[in-house]
Nanobody
Framework: QVQLVESGGGLVQPGGSLRLSCAAT????????MGWYRQAPGKERELVSV???????TSADSMKDRFSISMDNAKNTVYLQMNNLQPEDTGVYYC???????????WGQGTQVTVSS
């Protein structure tokens, strides 16, 4: 079992910044990637950014100029720095981890990000 603890969501004004954190604990020996997805109201969940424990990243084109992902391998913690947030960034942000053995992945419970004036 892997437990994910997310933090850092909240309410921010347009143009503001937030930093999300997600710490993985438990059976993390085969963990090789962590990342963030988001789901806006009425829309499907979409990729924000993923990083492997080797440092390779994959990010959505629409966000890569404003969002930055990083990972502390020693702490099995992934961070998402979000700058110049806009109302369309509003949604629930979910942490996700990839493992090399079953069940191969886990999802966090999600943290709400609301961008509004």
């Amino acid at each position: 079992q892997v437990q994910l603890v997310e933090s850092g969501g909240g309410l921010v004004q347009p143009g503001g910044s937030l930093r999300l954190s997600c710490a993985a604990t438990g059976s993390t020996d085969s963990l090789y990637a962590m990342g963030w997805y988001r789901q806006a109201p009425g829309k499907e969940r979409e990729l924000v950014s993923v990083i492997t424990n080797a440092g390779s990243t994959t990010s959505a084109d629409s966000m890569k100029d404003r969002f930055s992902i990083s990972m502390d391998n020693a702490k099995n913690t992934v961070y998402l720095q979000m700058n110049n947030l806009q109302p369309e960034d509003t949604g629930v942000y979910y942490c996700h981890v990839d493992l090399l053995k079953p069940p191969y992945d886990y999802w966090g419970q999600g943290t709400q990000v609301t961008v509004s004036s």
